[in-house]
């Protein structure tokens, strides 16, 4: 019955998804299909067998060590300074955020995310027929939270269209930073996304910062479907 239950609601949430569609005639139904096997195949791997499980506890272990890294960084400049009301989500999301932020311009400085980009995001775009953006963005915002997602891609901003920032900003909007998700411990889109959201992309490409606030409640009810939709195929294998 739980199967069942679970199908029918991704069935719900993609026909929900279809029906917000603003050119339902150029769906690429095929793309999705296999987009949603994989998503499938992947979780069913990395839940129900031993080698999945050692994976996602090594990537586990490697964010974790980052993020002892960057907590050591913040210790060392304010260490000592009592955190009082508010101060916790400042310490221990903020900060974060700042960390991984400045990781990725490193790595984007020394040429290795435009070159995950062009290799990682080429191989999953033969594979769902994608753009290489779109796709890399995808896997990338499995591991980093919203804003991250974006600055991990500013180098390739310029290439983004109204539709395909969209598609981009959506992708993100389904991830949470590490840091919020220590405090929080919650992982879905919300109102405060969409000013997040807009205010990265601001950051990167002021003239792009109106599009996502144009498409902010839009944005908003994408990131909640596809938490619904990635909550209900984990939720099959459990």
């Known amino acids: 019955m739980g199967i069942v239950l679970g199908v029918l609601a991704i069935i719900v949430t993609l026909g929900i998804s279809y029906l917000m569609s603003n050119d339902k005639k150029n769906v690429n139904f095929k793309s999705l299909g296999i987009m949603l096997v994989l998503q499938l195949l992947i979780t069913w791997f990395m839940f129900s067998t031993t080698i999945g499980q050692v994976i996602i506890n090594g990537i586990s272990a490697l964010f974790n060590k980052l993020i002892e890294f960057g907590r050591a960084g913040i210790d060392f400049i304010l260490g000592g300074i009592e955190v009082g009301e508010g101060g916790v989500f400042f310490f221990n999301v903020l900060l974060l955020i700042i960390f991984f932020a400045t990781l990725l311009s490193v790595l984007t400085y020394l040429k290795i995310l435009p070159f995950i980009i062009k290799y990682l995001g080429g ?116």
């Open 123 to 238: 191989l999953v775009s033969k594979v769902t027929g994608l753009p290489k953006i779109e796709s890399f963005n995808g896997v990338n915002s499995i591991f980093f939270g919203q804003s991250e997602a974006l600055i991990a891609i500013r180098s390739q901003f310029h290439h983004l269209t109204a539709n395909r920032l969209f598609i981009v900003s959506a992708s993100a909007m389904n991830s949470k930073t590490v840091g919020i998700l220590t405090v929080f411990l919650t992982s879905f889109a919300n109102f405060s996304s969409i000013g997040i959201m807009a205010g990265t992309v601001k950051g990167i490409d002021d003239k792009k910062a109106a599009i996502v606030s144009r498409f902010g409640l839009k944005l908003l009810i994408s990131g909640i479907l596809t938490s619904i939709l990635s909550a209900t195929v984990v939720g099959l294998f459990l």
